[in-house]
C-alpha cells in the first residue's frame, strides 16, 4: 500500500513538473516587441496619481490595478518593468512623438486620439459626477451638471464628457457647465475639496474607490455619463507592441491574475473577458 501511494505522489509530482513546465513554455512564447527583446525591459509611461489603478501607498511602493497588470505583464515576458512618471495630457503627444512606447493608463478610444495612436483594451467603466457631501443634494434629477463648476483631468474623457454635456445645457436653457481643466484627479479632488470647484467629472471606478478611502468627503452623485472600454495606448501603427500587450493581457485573463488583481480593488465589475485591439472607431466593443 505505502509503495502504491508512493507511486501516486510520485506520478502526481511529474503531472504537475510537465503542466507548469508547459505554463512556462506557453507564457515564454508569448510575443515581444522589438525594444522589449532588445532592452529586456518593458518600459511604461504612467501617473501614479490616479487611484486605484496607480497611486503611492503608505510605503512609497508604486501599487494599483495599472501597475500590478503590468508588473504581471512584465513577468510574463521575462523582462524588467521601468515605470516613468508621467503628466496624463502628455502622453497621447508623447506617444505621437515617438518618445515611449507604451502609457498604461485607462484610455478611452476617441476619434481624435485614434488619428495617433492605437489601444489595446483591458477594462471598461463610465464617467460620474462626485462631490462634497454637504453639497450632494444639489445634484439630483436631470441636467445635474448644468450652471455647476466641474473639474476634469486634461485631454481625458471626462473633458470630451463635460463639453457634450455643456452642449446640451445649452440646447435645454439651461446653465452651460463652467468646466476647470487640472493635470491630475487629485488636483481636482483638492479643488473640490477647497470649493473651487464644485465637482468632479471622471471615471466611476476611480471615484467610487475615493469616495470609500475618503470616508465619505467626497460621495458620487446620481447619474452615469458615458460608459466605454478602456484601453492601454500605444504608438500609432505599432503591431508589434499591441500585440505583446493583448496577448499578455489575454494570458493574464486566461490564468486567472487579471481577475485576482481586479478582485483586490474591489473593480470586478469593470472586467472584460478579451482583451483586443483598437486601431479604428468601428473596432471599438461596447
Known sequence: MQRYLSSLRVGALAAAAFFGAMGT??????????????????????????????????NGKQVGINIELAEETARLLGAELDVTRMPFPSMVPGLAAGRFKVAWETFAATDDRLKQVD?????KSGIVASTTAD?????????????????VIGGAVSDFIADRLSAECKEK????????????????IQAAL?????????????????EVTSKGQMVVVPGLYDVAPLGIAVPKGDKETAEMLRAALQELIQ?????????????TSAMIEEAYVVDAADKIRQ
Open 25 to 58: 513554455l506557453g507564457a515564454a512564447e508569448l510575443p515581444k516587441s522589438p525594444e522589449v527583446a532588445e532592452t529586456g525591459k518593458l518600459a511604461i509611461a504612467n501617473t501614479l496619481e490616479y487611484a486605484p489603478f496607480e497611486f503611492i501607498d503608505e
Open 119 to 123: 489601444f489595446v483594451m483591458f477594462i
Open 135 to 151: 453639497k450632494a443634494a444639489q445634484f439630483q434629477g436631470e441636467n445635474n451638471l448644468c450652471g455647476k463648476r466641474v473639474g
Open 173 to 188: 436653457g439651461l446653465p452651460e457647465i463652467a468646466k476647470s481643466i487640472f493635470p491630475e484627479g487629485k488636483d481636482i
Open 194 to 210: 477647497s470649493d473651487r470647484v464644485d465637482a468632479r467629472l471622471d471615471d466611476a471606478t476611480a471615484s467610487g474607490y475615493f
Open 255 to 267: 490564468n486567472g491574475t487579471y481577475k485576482t488583481i481586479m478582485a483586490k480593488y474591489g473593480m
